[in-house]
């Protein structure tokens, strides 16, 4: 079978010359004459993680109208491909080959791509990942301009304070470097409980966060706002943790009603060394080889609480395969309790970061009966202590 048609350099182009709506249908068209390729689909993975949506071709009445086709995850052969990062391959109804390819980003699952063709040797299943890699940029890239991705991976309506805490996250949910890989997950209250987080790369640190508004609703959600963007406005400043912290605390005194917990770190790049504030927040927890123990550090005040505060810098080394995790209290409180997050942590310790936070806020769902009274948030840092700029995109935290 030829490559005829369209390379990926050209794709790449042809994408960036359509509008933002129809670029998804490039990459199809391509497949299609390249590869004789059928029932070409882009499936987007929806907002809690538990669906499959199907993007609707630019211009269709769903498209229009906002319908889409889904599929739940679970026992899905979607779920495989994600899971695995690799390309699914079995036989179709016409007697050709269908092929699944993981559509992701530096680690960020945006969702998978779906076609059938006459037959699949190495060259063309190599081109159909190499496609749908190259889509991953694409949707990342086309997703600042338009709402087609996000209504698309909406199954359920938004609140207001929904609407408000989803945009305050980050657009990517992991990422991964040659040093590290991170994940985070947020599973909601029924009433928005105020939790966020936050991390951004420089070249020399990681920075991340994790806040809980006090309250719920839109009250809550609006206490998370002031503090998220208190404190990516002085990270941006190129402030310290401290003024960080101070930032935060002096916009809710003058602002907002309320109190914010958090726990901000920065993680040098080169050494491992990670420096600390906790404003009232829980404990991290750490895997280290085969133990996993709480990190009993000092506690400081929660931002915005009444009365004259300090913040102070705390600090441990992270040594290579060691594995962070950073939760709120929704994690631990009221029938979550029941939820033994250090075991969980130890079972997981030789899957990716994904399938922690995967494990630990479905275990936490569950444990609620699907109805959280509070927002229970997780973040996994896995530290590789590497510079050989090859990122990890596999594995648990010992393999480095």
């Known amino acids: 079978m030829g490559g005829e048609g369209l390379g990926l350099d050209e794709v790449l182009r042809a994408a960036e010359d359509a509008a933002p709506v129809e670029s998804v249908d490039v990459v199809a068209r391509n497949l299609q004459k390249r590869f004789s390729a059928r029932e070409v689909s882009f499936w987007l993975v929806d907002v809690v993680g538990q669906e499959a949506v199907r993007l609707p071709r630019a211009g269709t009445a769903a498209q229009t109208r906002g319908e889409t086709e889904r599929v739940q995850l679970a026992g899905s052969v979607y779920d495989r491909v994600l899971r695995s990062q690799s390309l699914h391959q079995e036989p179709d109804e016409e007697g050709g080959c269908r092929l699944v390819a993981p559509v992701t980003n530096r680690g960020d699952c945006v969702g998978v791509l779906d076609l059938a063709v006459p037959e699949a040797d190495d060259a063309v299943r190599d081109a159909v990942a190499q496609a749908a890699h190259a889509l991953a940029y694409i949707v990342v890239t086309d997703r600042r301009f338009t709402d087609l991705y996000h209504w698309g991976r909406r199954t359920t309506t938004m609140s207001l304070a929904a609407e408000i805490q989803h945009q305050l996250l980050p657009t990517a949910s992991c990422c991964e470097a040659a040093q590290f890989t991170l994940v985070g997950g947020l599973v909601p209250a029924d009433e928005i409980g105020g939790d966020t987080y936050d991390y951004a790369l420089d070249q020399d640190a990681l920075y991340l966060s994790v806040t809980d508004a006090m309250g719920h609703d839109t009250a809550s959600a609006l206490l998370a706002t002031l503090t998220v963007n208190a ?22 005194i003058r602002h907002g009603h309320g109190m914010t917990t958090g726990q901000l770190l920065r993680v040098q790049l080169e050494t491992g060394i990670c420096e600390l504030v906790n404003a009232g927040h829980p404990w991290p927890l750490r895997l280290r080889g085969d133990s996993v123990e709480e990190l009993t550090l000092r506690v400081d005040m929660p931002f915005g609480v009444p009365v004259p505060v300090t913040y102070q810098v705390q600090r441990l080394h992270l040594e290579p395969g060691d594995r962070l995790v950073l939760i ?27 399938e922690v936070v995967r494990a630990l806020t479905s275990a936490v769902h569950e444990a609620c009966g699907g109805s959280l009274p509070d927002d229970a948030t997780t973040m996994v840092l896995d530290w590789h202590g590497s510079r050989t700029g090859q990122r990890q995109t596999s594995g648990g935290s010992n393999n480095t």
């Open 231 to 252: 404190l990516r406005g002085a990270r941006r400043a190129g402030l310290s943790l401290v003024e960080q912290a101070c930032s935060a605390h002096e916009a809710i």
């Open 328 to 354: 709120t209290d929704g994690m631990g409180e009221r029938a979550a309790a029941t939820v033994d997050v250090p075991a969980l942590v130890h079972a997981t310790r030789d899957e990716h970061p994904r």
